[in-house]
Each structure stands twice: as structure tokens, then as C-alpha cells.
């Protein structure tokens, strides 16, 4: 066998990672309205996949927090974190377009609760741009506390000539910015591949519901395997493909290592 495809074998022989840091980064939970999740997207549900994967953590972000209701999103998270506090871990998805006064009360009843608020971001669904004003309470905040931000997109006019990410991870040196479907398109790839290169403290999310051949490996080879997370989007997009494309892609072990746990560590997760 060759040493540096251990992964990959264990893959062909429908193995699970189980002795492997495994961090899903991109996970939801709860029904969709477009069209029908399996199981209608239950905490149970996901653990099964996880389970299936050799999947240690997921961070969750409930669906209708990223729709129509944050704070009912952000209790359902709490409540699943609840019932699986070893696996299930929470994104805090505030709406920015409520005042800031309102979502610090809700960050600071999850700190009482031994919660750390890691966030998630949707300003497609809840209609705003990256660098609107009512945006910045959320990026000092979690400048002053290390956490990090994963967004569906960063999305904006370029700030000072530069990508809205690379111009927020430079002001912020202490958040991680993480781009979520960061391959979904050549074209995407190519432009948030720039974007990241050159800032430690950004992170590309590789989820989506579109699998090019041959593109994750472009994406690691322009920006390194440090800043790729793994993540699959559950319950929209079946994990088992997500897995077997980065195992199977002929990236080194320790380059896989990287994408699907150690560079997770940007989150809080439990003790194994
Ligand atoms: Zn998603």
C-alpha cells in the first residue's frame, strides 16, 4: 500500500475514519420549505450520518435560524447541543438586521448556559451585505473573544480594492473568517482562493451540492491544505460523497488530516 494514501484505502474498503479527528463544519438541522430532508432533518438523523462517517463534531446551524426566526434557531441549537453535547456543536446565527442590543442579550444567555457563541452568518437568505454597518458589533465581538465566523458568503463591494474577506481578516486579526461553498464553481474557486492566500486567519469551507472533478485539488494547491475545512451540508447533500471525494483525491494523508479535523481546531470542540 502506498504510505501516504492510508486514508484513501480505508475509503475503498468502506472503512469510517474512526481513529481520525473528523469535523463536519457545515451542518443544519430542522425541515426545509423548498423541498423535503430526509427525516425532516432531525439531530438524530445527523448523528446517524455522522455515525456512518466516523464524523467526531458537527457545527450546527438550524435551518430556520438562517431563515425566518434566529432566536427560535438559536434555542433549537441549544436544545440539540443538549441531547448530544459530545458531538453537536452550535453556530450562533444572529440576524444583523436586528439591533445589536438584542442579539448581545441572546450571546450573553448562551455564555450563562457555558455555551462559546462560534457564528454563523447567512446574508443571502436574511438580506444584507457583509459590510453593512450593523454588521461590525458582530466582527469586534468576536475579535475580542477569538471566535470564529464561518458565512455563507462574504459579500460586498471590494473594501479598499481588496475582497471583503481578506479586507475583514485584516482588520480582525483575532476571528477566523471562513467562506462557505468556497469550490462550488472554477470560477468561485479561483477568486476566494486569492482572496485567502496570504491571511492565517482565513479558511475556505468546502461543502456544496456541486462536485467538480478535479477542483478540490486545484483548490489545495493554490492556497494550501491549511485553510480548507471539510463540511457537508447535511441534510441538503449526502455526506458519503463529500467524504469519498476528499479521501479519494490523491492529496496526501496528512494534507486530508488537515481538511477533514486538525483545521477545525479553530473551534472549540470537546475533548475525544
Ligand atoms: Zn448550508
Known amino acids: 500500500m502506498n504510505q501516504d494514501q492510508i486514508l484513501a484505502e480505508k475509503c475503498y474498503q468502506g472503512e469510517a475514519l474512526g481513529d ?16 423535503p430532508v430526509a427525516d425532516s432533518g432531525s439531530a438524530q438523523s445527523l448523528l446517524r450520518q455522522m455515525d456512518l462517517l466516523g464524523i467526531d463534531y458537527a457545527l450546527v446551524s438550524p435551518h ?22 459530545q458531538r453537536l456543536l452550535v453556530y450562533f446565527t444572529p440576524n444583523p438586521r436586528y439591533r445589536w442590543e438584542e442579539i448581545a442579550v441572546e450571546i450573553e444567555r448562551w455564555r450563562n448556559a457555558g455555551v ?5 452568518l447567512h446574508p443571502g437568505l436574511h438580506g444584507y451585505a457583509c459590510t453593512d454597518a450593523k454588521c461590525y458589533p458582530i ?4 475579535n475580542e473573544h477569538n471566535l470564529p465566523i464561518l458565512s455563507h458568503v462574504w459579500n460586498s463591494e471590494k473594501i479598499d480594492g481588496e475582497h471583503p474577506m481578506r479586507a475583514l481578516a485584516q482588520r480582525y486579526p483575532n476571528v477566523a473568517f471562513i467562506h462557505a461553498h468556497a469550490d462550488s464553481d472554477w470560477e468561485t474557486m479561483a477568486t476566494l482562493t486569492e482572496a485567502a492566500t496570504g491571511h492565517e486567519n482565513t479558511y475556505l469551507d468546502i461543502c456544496g451540492s456541486v462536485m467538480y472533478y478535479g477542483l478540490l485539488a486545484e483548490l489545495v494547491r493554490r492556497i494550501g491544505a491549511e485553510h480548507v475545512l471539510f463540511g457537508t451540508d447535511t441534510p441538503f447533500v449526502d455526506g458519503r460523497a463529500q467524504v469519498g471525494r476528499i479521501l479519494t483525491s490523491r492529496l496526501s494523508d496528512e494534507q486530508e488530516r488537515l481538511i477533514m479535523g486538525l483545521n477545525a481546531e479553530v473551534f472549540d470542540l470537546p475533548q475525544r
Not at 481520525?20 to 423541498?35: C, K, N, R
Not at 462559546?116 to 454563523?120: G, M, P, T
Not at 466582527?139 to 468576536?142: C, G, K, S
Open 20 to 35: 481520525e479527528l473528523v469535523v463536519d463544519v457545515h451542518t443544519h438541522i430542522g425541515p426545509w420549505p423548498a423541498f
Open 64 to 85: 430556520v435560524a438562517v431563515g425566518p426566526d434566529w432566536q427560535e434557531g438559536n434555542h433549537q441549537d441549544y436544545e440539540a447541543h443538549q441531547q448530544y453535547p
Open 116 to 120: 462559546r457563541v462560534e457564528f454563523k
Open 139 to 142: 466582527y469586534e465581538y468576536a
